[in-house]
């Protein structure tokens, strides 16, 4: 038997045959019966530590650049990652930007002949495929796509050049 197995306080007890009877956790001394989804998972985790304390030195410093750098999930360790102040106010102003301009939509729409009006409206807002729009306009998909595309470029650029 190995050290882990004599100093972890989760087994299973099983019958002559073999048959799982019952899954066991001790918790501060105690001997509680746990399902099986539960005794996997404690099971898991602490296979989880015990491969990642023999994986590390002791002593050994872990630089989290490194473990950016060779693409090693955090959450692997144990550490639920923070997004950097900077980050955060970056996210605050694409927020922002983005309420402002759902504030600003109507008008940029109406600035749009009507016929490219229907068609953002029935791509963008009506779900409607650009092969269901071809189809139902009469025209091909290709050509729909080209004038979804044009559509977008004229609205981007009201967008930037928009006043309040």
Not at 8 to 18: A, L, M, S, V
Not at 72 to 93: D, I, N, Q, R
Not at 98 to 120: C, H, S, V, Y
Request: glycine residues 4%.
């Amino acid at each position: 038997m190995q050290i882990w197995q004599k100093n972890r306080n989760y087994r299973r007890i099983k019958d002559k045959n073999g048959e799982i009877i019952v899954n066991i956790i001790t918790i501060d001394g105690k001997d509680i019966e746990v399902p099986e989804e539960v005794f996997l998972a404690y099971s898991q985790a602490d296979r989880r530590e015990r491969y990642i304390a023999e994986e590390v030195e002791p002593g050994k410093v872990v630089s989290l650049d490194k473990l950016l750098e060779d693409h090693v999930p955090l959450e692997k360790l144990g550490v639920m990652p923070e997004c950097s102040a900077e980050e955060y106010v970056l996210e605050l102003e694409a927020q922002a930007l983005m309420e402002t301009r759902k504030i600003i939509l109507p008008a940029i729409m109406n600035r749009l002949r009507e016929q490219d009006r229907r068609l953002i409206q029935a791509l963008f807002f009506d779900g409607v495929s650009t092969r269901a729009y071809a189809r139902h306009m009469g025209i091909s998909q290709r050509a729909v796509i080209k004038r979804r595309d044009r559509v977008l470029r004229e609205m981007k650029k009201l967008f930037e050049n928009f006043s309040v």
